[in-house]
């Protein structure tokens, strides 16, 4: 295609720019246009399609509606236990503060939550919340809060959404921000959006692997962007393999199964019948999970003494056990274990509250899952890991760019709880559209795009249109998550992160070679070209940081280096680019946690219910 | 494995034609896998929308062999081996490219339509409502917006009529905000008047296509229908729910779409 370069493509200008329209997209659009900002969505897809949409099982917020007894320290020491210890304390507390309001406000938005007997929003179990905590729609609750939020949003004055856009690279003027240049995807033409914030909201890279619950737009988008721009990314090691992603048949492999199954009463069992998770309960957990199965139906029944069956530790432990149990050759026919929900509930009551597994089972694997067990393994689903930003402002250390949602990291350290993501990204959505606008109220001078950096950006994106030969760009994605699902998967060793770095060597060789056939004009082929690099900065670093990490904590599993280790305890693995290109690793020691939420996160149950939010 | 042939639709706003391509077909492979194949083998730049490849996010609609579905949820075992597969974009839309239309319409009925107006009357715990008097508006709201039921809706697709009527999936929207107990505008003139619900027919096209199965017509539409005809031609009965009915309403207009939403 012929080159359009800075100086005669499509300028547009807004205050903000907010990339990315799942739910933290355009939280933090809301947020940032009703501080009177012009703000600009841009998103890859059309509005309300975004990964937010296919959350299943709820918004984790102490609400306390269906149990008086929780509290926003509950939820915080829940928060912080399942993280393994190495949350960014101060996002912990912010999040399990602000929750229950953000779900409220919601309410005010126009979101039907199902309802408690009272009439108030109802909340359901998942795994490593103490009490029934999230707000929830039957197994949509994304759906229902995307709609809520993109339906909010087209009314907010000053917001302009930009769909079918993608965003290529952050354009500085000096150490400010002054831009950012995208392309539309349907006509194929380039566009600078000028601007002095540009808030990332791009969710995670999982479609670097082959097995995923994440859909095309999820490679990594933000992590390229900050990283090239300067920012930092932090522990991006920990990867959350979902326990229950479908299996088979092979073309839906990795598709999720909702939490919300095991949190209504699902059990897993292998091939010989044996309901195995517990077998499994760490030591740590063991004072609050049921130690027979009699328990266990009896916490079912509402019993509030008896405690909670060991399906819902949290997600780290369940993929790991089921991981352990395929390799005993106590698998299911299809390499992954048994979800029974049949033998457990009514079948109009499964209809009822998982009426989207019900229809996908029904019609993807022929199964119906009021009469039969589902099979399900582990399915690369979530970034722990990602942008390091301040706990307050959202702001990464690139002046002028924020991140919220789960392409930043920190909030959920080593481990995520089921339920926190849609409420990280209510909280962090807002803070950080708050957190540019205090940014550009603070701004002197009006920082202008560079446009060096603007031409070269689109020299790199139109070359494998304008060469004449190169490998296919779809196959060499196929190689890249093959290299990812043998090398970094839910275990990990020296040797395979060594030699998965290896080969990734070898693809970013191929991929700046690579050729797309046809025009510039909606062709799908140049896009997956272009993502090419994105996917393997993401690739490349959760590599990297899992080989630095020598030990195993939460989703990082590493069977060279068993077990929870002290020296890591309070350790950040930093990745940022170095002058001459290259990633650069480093260790960071954490800094000592307040006293107030240290305290919190080590007392008693019983000290905390019923305490004063 | 099999192999298994496709008639696709390829070209843009100027024209096309239908392309024929043979891929290697497994065991429950959906429509949409077989165009993925088709683009790492035979064709890179065959245009498709496409997300979560779940039935949730209502990105890949097209018609097949001449059904509007989704692609993702349309499994190859459902049509006999031997049989070539027709593939073609949504009609009622303008084509961008191969199988992606332009919905931007859609986005834009969207922005007419008043935004929910909550009563002051929440508690501090939020707002108190039974789940028996949200199930209807919880039925709307499953809606995925994959625009199907507007690609066969009889006033848009055959007769064009974009201007007059906001179609079923809006039909939806409206009643889903008419229909919360918790909302205080008053939309019956302007869903009338505005949305164009007298143009409706009433052929539960829209229903038949609707793969979340929301009962569009008979559960939204049709109720809508009731409402403009208790309000302008029974005054009567209305000025009685007015004056011993439940709570106020004020009415509220379309809003006059500025142009913010591109595609």
């Known amino acids: 295609m012929g080159m359009n370069l800075s100086s005669d493509i499509q300028r547009i200008r807004h205050d903000v720019v907010v990339i990315g329209a799942g739910g933290a997209g355009l939280r933090a659009a809301i947020a940032s246009s009703s501080r009177g900002l012009d703000t600009g969505v841009v998103c890859k897809s059309l509005l309300g399609k975004a990964h937010t949409v296919m959350a299943e099982g709820g918004c984790a917020a102490a609400l306390g509606n269906a149990d008086s007894r929780d509290n926003w320290k509950v939820h915080f020491r829940d928060t912080m236990r399942g993280g393994k210890f190495l949350n960014q304390w101060e996002m912990a ?27 108030l929003i109802g909340q359901r179990n998942f795994g490593g919340h103490r009490y029934p905590r999230l707000a929830h729609v039957g197994d949509r609750t994304g759906l229902e809060m995307i709609r809520t939020l993109q339906d909010h949003a087209i009314h907010q004055q000053g917001i302009q959404v930009h769909m079918e856009c993608t ?88 598709i999720l199964v909702t939490e919300g199954v095991r949190g209504d009463g699902g059990i897993l069992l292998n091939s010989e019948g044996e309901r195995f998770m517990f077998n499994y309960i760490p030591e740590k957990f063991a004072a ?136 990280d990204l209510l909280v962090f959505g807002m803070l950080a559209g708050n957190g540019a606008a205090d940014y550009l109220d603070k701004l002197e001078a009006t920082p202008q795009a560079s446009s060096e950096t603007v031409d070269a950006a689109i020299r790199e994106a139109t070359a494998p249109l304008n060469r004449e030969e190169g490998p296919n760009p779809y196959l060499l994605h196929e190689e890249l998550q093959d290299v990812m699902n043998n090398g970094v998967n839910i275990v990990r060793d020296k040797e395979g992160l060594e030699s998965a770095i290896q080969s990734l060597d070898s693809l970013k060789q191929k991929a700046s070679a690579v050729k797309a056939h046809g025009s510039s004009q909606y062709n799908p082929g140049w896009h997956e070209a272009i993502s090419l690099s994105p996917l393997l900065i993401t690739a490349e670093s959760v590599a990297r940081a899992a080989l630095a990490r020598e030990e195993s904590r939460g989703a990082h599993t590493r069977i060279d280096f068993p077990g929870e280790q002290d020296r890591w305890q309070a350790v950040h693995v930093i990745i940022s680019k170095s002058a001459d290109g290259s990633m650069n690793v480093r260790q960071e020691s954490a800094q000592a946690p307040p006293e107030r939420l240290s305290e919190i996160a080590h007392s008693s149950l019983t000290d905390l219910e019923g305490g004063s939010a | 494995m099999s192999q298994r042939n496709f008639k696709i639709w390829r070209g843009d706003a100027d024209g096309g034609e239908f392309k024929d391509y043979s891929v290697e077909c497994g065991e429950g492979m959906v429509v949409l896998d077989a165009i993925h194949r088709i683009q790492t083998e035979h064709s890179g730049d065959l245009a498709v929308r496409w997300n979560c490849k779940a039935g949730k996010c209502g990105s890949c609609s097209m018609e097949i062999d001449g059904k509007p579905k989704l692609s993702c949820m349309t499994r190859l075992s459902d049509y006999q081996p031997e049989k070539t597969v027709t593939v073609q974009p949504i009609k009622a839309f303008p084509i961008i490219r191969d199988l992606v239309s332009d919905v931007s319409w859609n986005y834009e009925q969207n ?97 038949d296509v609707c793969p979340e199965h929301i009962v ?8 809508l229908k009731e409402r403009v005809v208790d309000r302008y031609y029974d005054p009567v009965a209305w000025l009685l729910g007015k004056l011993f009915g439940g709570r106020k309403k004020k009415p509220v207009d379309a809003i006059e779409p500025t142009k913010t939403i591109r595609v």
Request: charged content about 25%; overall charge negative.
């Open chain 1, 288 to 423: 609050e999970t049921a130690d027979s199965e009699e328990e266990a139906e009896r916490w079912l029944a509402g019993d509030k003494n008896a405690r909670r069956p060991p399906e819902l530790l949290t997600r780290d432990v369940v993929a790991r056990a089921i991981t352990k149990e395929v390799q005993a050759g106590r698998g299911s026919p299809h390499g992954g274990v048994f979800l029974d929900i049949a033998s457990r509930r009514p079948a109009d009551v499964i209809r009822r509250k998982l009426p989207s597994m019900y229809h996908q089972f029904k019609e993807l694997a022929e199964v119906d899952i009021t009469k039969d067990a589902m099979e399900v393994g582990p399915t690369l689903h979530y970034f722990m890991g990602g942008i390091r930003v301040d706990s307050n402002t959202q702001m990464t250390r690139v002046p002028g760019l924020f991140a919220c949602g789960e392409c930043s990291g920190g909030m959920h350290g080593a481990n995520r709880l089921g339920g926190n993501s849609l409420s």
């Open chain 2, 216 to 223: 569009i017509t008979d559960n939204a539409i049709i109720p």
């Open chain 2, 111 to 207: 922005k007419r339509i008043h935004p929910f107006q909550p009563d002051e009357s929440s508690s501090e715990k939020g707002l108190v409502m039974h789940q028996k008097d949200v199930d209807r508006v919880q039925e709307f709201r499953k809606c995925i917006e994959c625009f199907l039921c507007q690609d066969v809706c009889h006033v848009l697709r055959d007769h064009e009529k974009h201007d007059e009527f906001v179609g079923p999936k809006f039909m939806i929207r409206l009643a889903g905000l008419e229909m919360h107990p918790a909302d205080t505008a008053d939309r019956i003139a302007s869903i009338r008047e505005d949305f164009g619900s007298g143009l409706c027919n009433i052929t539960r096209c829209c229903t």
């Open chain 1, 93 to 119: 507390e912010l999040h399990a503060k602000h929750a229950p309001d953000e779900v409220k406000l919601l309410e005010q938005w126009g979101a039907v939550f199902d309802r408690t007997p009272e009439g």
């Open chain 1, 167 to 254: 965003a290529l690279r952050i354009v500085m003027d000096g150490d400010k921000l002054a831009g950012v240049l995208a392309y539309w995807r349907d006509a194929g033409r380039f566009v600078l959006f000028e601007c002095n914030a540009v808030i990332l909201a791009t969710g995670g890279g999982g479609k670097a692997w082959r097995i995923t619950s994440n859909s095309w737009e999820y490679t990594g988008d933000g992590f390229d962007l900050a990283y090239k721009a300067g920012a930092e990314l932090v522990n991006m090691e920990f990867t959350q393999f979902h326990p229950t992603g479908m299996v088979w048949p092979p073309s839906v492999r990795g």
